[in-house]
């Protein structure tokens, strides 16, 4: 599987090189670490910071989002795998102003052990106080008994809306924390696998689906899905994705909601315009009103084949967070 790069030991280096000199405007290396990235458009009136971050190959998240409205900062990690504990803690140091900082993260048995070992580090060595939330919206990955131990996909973008605004509000750390958990309670994913990616050190494929085949369920890092089959058409696909979310939350008619249509890497815009018209229709068959969309590739997976629906049930103060403006590099809402 080609690649358009130079050495596959230096792609995350090189990328993050890259991203820097793309955005100078909106973004900084520190010099502590070059995986910890903070934003140049830092709101004044936060006295929150938030620190977000994951494995590279899953652009524009996690660096993207770092910017006016969203995130302060940005650890980032080799290609599928957490940042270390010490990347996390220089992004903590360079954004804490006095009242704390919240990590928001999937939850990976890598990014819970390293995000919590950088906070224990934070109050140890530098008396910062950290708040945490974990996004767990993939309702294919566990039961909804056992929806803790649930992986976090693309409604971790909702997490870093909700949580960015709060902080915006200037909100103080429990709340700021409330505002993300709530996100998160509130939000479910659902994906189909169509192709696989592979990673630069490999070029080996990270799953195996036949030519006609699709996977539901499947995870960001390729993990097993839920169902394997014939691929259906664009309609059939929504509708059981769409299905499976509202079967795992309770939304009605009268609600309303935010919905995001996320690729995966490889899936042109088309087909994801395709999938949304239909999420569209459904939802408005069920008298359930959409009052924010998002269609387009959010948090990828290198240059997998697939999509996910992701939704996030709205009240009055999911709306006002859904609402707030955002100026990223890989993120603008006016």
Known sequence: MKKLINSPVDVVEEMIEGYVMAHP???????????????????????????????????????GYVGAGMADGVAVGNIF?????????????????????????????????????????????????????????????????????????????????AAGAAADFGYGLNDVVRMAEKANENTRSMGVGLTPCSLPQTGEPSFEIGEDEMEIGLGH?????????????????????????????????????????????????????IVYRRVEQLLNELGITIYRSYVGDYITSLEMGGCSVTLMKLDDELKKAVHHPVDCPMFVQK
């Open 25 to 63: 405007d909106y973004i900084s290396q520190l010099p502590t670490n070059k995986r910890s990235l903070v934003t140049k458009k830092a709101n004044k009136d936060r006295k929150v910071g938030i620190l977000i971050g994951g494995g590279s190959g899953h652009e524009p998240a996690f660096m």
């Open 81 to 161: 795998a957490s940042p270390s504990p010490d990347p996390i803690l220089e992004v903590t140091k360079a954004i804490d102003k006095g009242a704390g900082v919240v990590y928001l993260y999937g939850n990976y048995a890598g990014d819970v052990m390293n995000f919590g070992m950088a906070a224990e580090m934070a109050d140890l060595e530098e008396d910062i106080e950290v708040g945490m939330a974990l996004v767990t919206d993939d309702v294919a990955s566990a039961l909804k008994a056992e929806k803790e131990k649930r992986r976090g996909i693309a409604g971790e973008f909702f997490v870093y809306k």
């Open 221 to 273: 890092h390729g993990e097993p899905g839920i169902e394997k089959g014939k691929l259906e058409s664009a309609d059939r696909v929504a509708e059981r994705l769409v299905r499976d979310i509202l079967a795992d939350i309770e939304i009605n008619n009268g609600d309303d909601v935010a919905v995001l249509v996320n690729g995966l890497g490889s899936i042109p815009r088309m087909e994801l315009y």
